[in-house]
């Protein structure tokens, strides 16, 4: 009988993600992904004023916040066929903007970095050394000898108490380990300062959400009135905050998070041939120039790319109901047609049947069903969205900015195109639309500004549609590119409340197990991809191809305990 490696939970991921591989000697021939939470917002929602579902599907993930809010306003607006001014338009690319560069900093140093940088091997480091390889790579300033030297002292007291604390029960010392000691210094200082830096640069957040994890939406607009000249809306002062954020997020993106990726991949070039698996790659398209009705003005392309092929994007339709479905005859729902069948979101039942193991369990039965997550598909194919995704499709629509920095990453690290095609890919695509954003950002920026001058100070659309006057019964889809990839809500609305509400989140696409025909989901396949592991109780490489989707399966699933409706306690002393 061949060996399964469990790993449960994977750590550094929002939510509950148990991974089973199953060996083939030192290599995985097959694994399986298996959500163990389960998500009732849907539920909730039904019976609800649409115009307040924004605030629940928020709720959601703790993370993914804003961009399921943005998800589910426009999916009303749709349902609804309702517009918005162009300056809400502005203000949402900039949050939107924000979240993903605040997501992707947050996920390389804190939820990533630990699977490529051995942050006891820093102890080892030259401060002198570590300032000159960092001097080498950009102009931050934060790279002197006494720097480095004040950065190992307080590592080196971490260790001595044996505190470790958010750096504990790793795989330190691991073969897989390549960096250099001065390498190890500096990542895992720059850990430290992005800690500080993202707390400063959510703040784009507040000032146009009101708050932040959760800021405030509107269906038909933003919530922040723009008056220059009062203290309780967004005047010069806030632009001038805001544009403040930008440049922060800007230079960090550019002096620090691009500079140690590239640094960080020189060493683990091997892993650009490992860790793709599907090669089916699938984006909703976002970050409009004009409205979000108009996909050729999208900054991030909409379209499918199959089987690597970069010249042909393949259209899609997310109110075709014959394009993304969902299946569930490997997951622990079922369907009023039976388990086999696969529905369009807009007739998308949410039916919990658990027929699993009682826990603790061994092994998942992955022949019968085994994950919360369901299994979406388009035409009927398994897809990857996310970095690479939007990455790809960039690319392959010749967005010239996109060419030139691939272009000149893959030189700097003497790898073909072919490497994209990775879980190094993934992760330096990461990186790469961080410092496009950034860029993106700017101009957007800039344009909100001009309308501002030029007198156009409108955030909302003021035909206030009283439920009288809708239809009696309307759909709508709402999408976007979230950080982690394609994010859809779908709404119906009957007699002015909720009918059905389905959400498929990135997670679900990448995270989802096997459908009726056995195909696996991204994650199976990835780690079905080229994975030879140096010792199974220390699976550094699960976690290595795992965290470069940067998993959220809290947004996929919720949890519950059927018994007690508690899963912990916590007391507080």
């Not at 950065?151 to 250099?180: C, D, R, T």
């Not at 039976?338 to 998942?364: F, I, S």
């Amino acid at each position: 009988m061949s060996e399964r490696i469990v790993v449960d939970p994977i750590t550094r991921i929002e939510g509950h993600l148990r991974i089973e591989a199953e060996m083939d000697g030192g290599r995985i021939a097959q694994a399986y992904s298996s959500g163990t939470m389960v998500r009732g917002i849907e539920i909730i929602l039904r019976g609800r004023d649409p115009r307040d579902a924004w605030a629940f599907a928020q709720r959601i993930c703790g993370v993914c916040t804003l961009v399921h809010g943005v998800a589910s306003v426009r999916a009303v607006e749709d349902a609804l066929n309702y517009s918005i001014p162009k300056n809400a338009e502005l203000i949402r690319n900039l949050m939107i903007g924000a979240q993903f560069i605040h997501d992707h900093v947050m996920h390389f140093y804190h939820l990533h970095a630990l699977d490529w940088v051995d942050v006891v091997s820093a102890l080892e480091a030259d401060p002198k050394k570590t300032s000159e390889l960092a001097q080498s790579l950009s102009s931050w300033p934060k790279s002197s000898p006494g720097y480095f030297s004040d950065m190992k002292k307080k590592l080196k007291g971490f260790v001595e108490s044996g505190q470790l604390g958010i750096f504990a029960n790793a795989y330190w010392g691991h073969p897989a380990y390549k960096l250099p000691p001065e390498a190890n210094l500096m990542a895992v200082s720059h850990y430290l300062e992005a800690l500080a830096w993202q707390r400063d640069v959510v703040k784009l957040h507040t000032i146009f959400g009101g708050r932040n994890p959760h800021p405030n939406f509107l269906v038909g607009g933003v919530a922040s009135p723009i008056d220059l000249n009062s203290d309780s809306a967004i005047n010069s002062k806030r632009l001038s905050q805001v544009q403040e954020v930008i440049h922060q997020m800007k230079t960090f993106v550019e002096q620090v998070y691009l500079p140690d990726t590239l640094a960080i991949a020189g060493f683990y070039k091997d892993w650009g041939g490992r860790g793709e698996g599907l090669g089916n790659f699938l984006c909703y398209g976002d970050l409009p120039s004009q409205t979000i009705n108009d996909p050729d003005s999208f900054l991030f392309p909409r379209g499918v790319i199959l089987d690597r092929d970069l010249s042909k994007i393949h259209e899609v339709d997310l109110d075709d109901e014959k394009q993304i479905q969902e299946y569930v005859s490997r997951s622990w729902y079922d369907y009023e047609d039976g388990k086999q069948a696969g529905l369009h979101p807009y007739a998308g039942e949410t039916k919990l049947n658990y027929t699993g193991p009682k826990p603790p369990y061994d092994h998942l039965d992955v022949e019968q069903s085994y994950s919360w997550l369901k299994s979406p598909r388009w035409k009927g194919k398994s897809m990857e969205v996310g970095p690479l995704a939007r990455v790809l499709m960039l690319y392959a629509t010749g967005h010239e900015p996109t060419r030139e920095l691939a272009g000149k990453v893959l030189k700097d690290l003497d790898v073909p195109i072919d490497a994209l095609f990775s879980t190094l890919g993934r992760t330096a695509a990461r990186t790469l639309e961080s410092k496009l954003l950034a860029d993106a950002m700017q101009g957007w920026y800039d344009d909100l500004v001009t309308n501002i001058k030029a007198g156009d100070t409108r955030t909302f659309n003021e035909t206030l549609w009283e439920p009288s006057s809708w239809p009696s019964r309307c759909q709508g889809a709402g999408f976007m590119e979230a950080p982690r990839g394609a994010l859809g809500h779908w709404i119906v609305i009957k007699d002015q409340k909720i009918d059905n509400y389905q959400a498929v989140v990135p997670s679900t696409w990448n995270a989802g197990p096997r459908d009726p025909s056995g195909v696996p989901g991204a994650y199976e396949a990835a780690l079905q991809d080229n994975h030879e592991m140096h010792d199974p109780k220390q699976p550094v490489e699960i976690l290595r191809t795992i965290h470069s989707f940067d998993p959220c399966i809290a947004c996929a699933v919720h949890l519950t305990d059927p018994d007690s409706g508690e899963k912990i306690e916590v007391k507080v002393r």
